[in-house]
T-cell receptor
């Protein structure tokens, strides 16, 4: 069965500093990996995905993520955090042959001025 | 940019009543989904729908739940006899097709069962 772990409930970072939000996954077959962001009272907004190819993928708003097959990780990163990046971030995996997305529990990112 | 729209934003219903949650997926999308998020918990998959039939469903999606695409634009989730534990945020999503395409989510309907 597919599963996703986000080990940190909250990540605190100062504006202008780099940020990392961690995600590890477990699937039987090939993973399709996604990051979503959720602002208060809004739905999940797609940030980026890894399907195949380069291990470093770039997405919206300056975010990027690094796929590491040996560590089964897909950490979200940004070189310089903004206060407006403060939100709830979800990692998700979709296994080839399945329709459903399996989500992690979410990580709250708090960027202080 | 096209969006998935959901109505109502908040639905309050008495336990045992039927409720219908409505969604308008993005117009050229072919796959439709419902997820739910109980307060403080993770987002959980309920069902996927393609070509006018259910393509995948979770253990949560029991006989109390049904989905329908009554016309060319709407996609609905019906809960036949609501329970207290059905209180959650329900998200609709859609995608053009293909496992590599991201699912696009609506803003959700908060369902409160009294």
């Amino acid at each position: 069965a597919q599963s996703v772990a986000q080990p940190e409930d909250q990540v605190n970072v100062a504006e202008g500093n780099p940020l990392t939000v961690k995600c590890t996954y477990s699937v039987s077959g090939n993973p399709y990996l996604f990051w979503y962001v959720q602002y208060p009272n809004r739905g999940l907004q797609f940030l980026l995905k890894y399907i195949t190819g380069d291990n470093l993928v770039k997405g919206s708003y300056g975010f990027e993520a690094e796929f590491n097959k040996s560590q089964t990780s897909f950490h979200l990163k940004k070189p310089s955090a903004l206060v407006s990046d403060s939100a709830l971030y979800f990692c998700a995996v979709r296994e080839a042959g399945f329709q459903k997305l399996v989500f992690g529990t979410g990580t709250r990112l708090l960027v202080s001025p | 940019e096209p969006e998935v729209t959901q109505t109502p934003s908040h639905q309050v219903t008495q336990m045992g009543q039927e409720v219908i949650l409505r969604c308008v997926p993005i117009s050229n999308h072919l796959y439709f989904y419902w997820y739910r998020q109980i307060l403080g918990q993770k987002v959980e998959f309920l069902v996927s729908f393609y070509n006018n039939e259910i393509s995948e469903k979770s253990e949560i999606f029991d006989d109390q739940f049904s989905v329908e695409r009554p016309d060319g634009s709407n996609f609905t989730l019906k809960i036949r006899s609501t329970k207290l534990e059905d209180s959650a945020m329900y998200f609709c999503a859609s995608t053009p097709g293909g496992a590599y395409q991201p699912q696009h989510f609506g803003d959700g309907t908060r369902l409160s069962i009294l």
